[in-house]
């Protein structure tokens, strides 16, 4: 959440660290115009969206601000994508360099299911999906 509202970017994985505690990692490029909410974000979500959510993911993928009417506040304050497929609640562990990006390691604090559909996916510049 930003002064300006809730913001979200379109990232093409994220990955797991640990399992205790539960820490996942994703990157954001250092030029990104998002790069100092999320960097200096003490909570953030991942979403993993449906297939039928292409259009958002494409959005965030060249704008920051959120769509009305298309999230709701997480229980740790950050947006959560409504009708994702999954989102992961995370609370900022660690932020490391990777050149050009910083690498945000998340803490898990809660998980929350979706709806039954195919998830989204992205493979040689195209959206697709799975299921």
């Not at 953030?44 to 965030?60: C, E, K, S, V, Y």
Request: overall charge negative; glycine content about 12%.
């Amino acid at each position: 959440m930003t002064d300006a509202g809730p913001i979200g970017i379109t990232v093409n994985s994220f990955a797991s660290v640990s399992l205790d505690p539960p820490l996942v990692l994703w990157s954001i490029g250092k030029a990104s115009d998002r790069y100092d909410a999320f960097r200096s974000a003490k909570a953030f979500t991942i979403n993993i969206l449906t297939a039928d959510q292409a259009d958002l993911a494409q959005h965030h993928a060249q704008s920051s601000m959120l769509i009305d009417g298309q999230w709701e506040t997480a229980g740790n304050g950050a947006p959560r994508i409504s009708g994702a497929a999954g989102t992961l609640e995370c609370r900022q562990y660690a932020v490391h360099p990777g050149g050009d990006h910083d690498i945000l390691v998340g803490e898990v604090t809660a998980l929350h299911q979706g709806p039954a559909a195919p998830s989204l996916t992205f493979f040689k510049s195209g959206y697709g999906r799975i299921g």
